[in-house]
């Protein structure tokens, strides 16, 4: 009896082998992919993080300009302007 076991399954090794060398190849295709996705994430949360910090200074340069001391700095350098009762001293040796 065990030969005529043997007659009707010998089809199960070979199908196993089949089965745990489509399973490898998958495994190794699926690593190397996760592998690039992590790396791919990384990447991005680099580029985040940069952009946060930009975000930041942007903010703090933002909040610096709209100050009333910056505006009037701007206003006399850049556009000449000064206050009511400002007297303008003009050095002509320049």
Avoid at 21 to 47: D, G, H, M, R, W
Avoid at 52 to 75: F, G, H, P
């Amino acid at each position: 009896m065990a030969i005529r076991k043997t007659k009707k399954s010998w089809w199960l090794t070979p199908l196993l082998a089949v089965v745990l060398i489509y399973a490898a190849f998958t495994f190794t295709a699926q690593s190397n992919e996760l592998y690039i996705l992590n790396l791919e994430i990384k990447q991005l949360e680099q580029k985040i993080a940069k952009e946060e910090e930009e975000k930041q200074r942007l903010m703090k340069e933002r909040d610096e300009i709209s100050s009333d001391e910056s505006i009037e700095k701007i206003a006399r350098e850049k556009l000449g302007m000064v206050k009511d009762g400002e007297r303008v001293f003009v050095d002509t040796n320049k």
